[in-house]
Nanobody, 126 residues
Framework: QVLLVESGGGSVQAGSSLMLSCSFSGRSFSSYFFAWFRQNRGLAREFVAAVTRNGDKTYYADSVKCRFTVSRDNARSLVYLQMNSLKLEDTARYYC???????????????????WGQGTQVTVSS
């Protein structure tokens, strides 16, 4: 059974940085494709970034491109989201998702991921 736990969220001012972490418990971490999504209350969960199984390719939503960086450490079973130049509109609960056999054409689709963490809140204020 796979368990994901996000951490690193907090309340920061616009322009600040945060690094989120997603820890993985289970087998075969390196076989999983990972993504970060975010969600505000009453709204749909939206794709933020994704990283391939060996970390050689990353993908980003246009809204975070050039500000956020997703990475993974297969030796430590961790996935990271480095968030720089945070904006008010980045405020959301951030979720880590994982899937063993995802069709990468669907990487931006919430339903494509079989496992989710509980999320970590990021609040950006002016």
């Amino acid at each position: 059974q796979v368990l994901l736990v996000e951490s690193g969220g907090g309340s920061v001012q616009a322009g600040s940085s945060l690094m989120l972490s997603c820890s993985f418990s289970g087998r075969s971490f390196s076989s999983y494709f990972f993504a970060w999504f975010r969600q505000n209350r009453g709204l749909a969960r939206e794709f933020v970034a994704a990283v391939t199984r060996n970390g050689d390719k990353t993908y980003y939503a246009d809204s975070v491109k050039c500000r956020f960086t997703v990475s993974r450490d297969n030796a430590r079973s961790l996935v990271y989201l480095q968030m720089n130049s945070l904006k008010l509109e980045d405020t959301a609960r951030y979720y880590c998702g994982a899937d063993f056999s995802i069709d990468q054409a669907r990487m931006t689709v919430r339903e494509a991921y079989e496992t989710w963490g509980q999320g970590t809140q990021v609040t950006v204020s002016s």
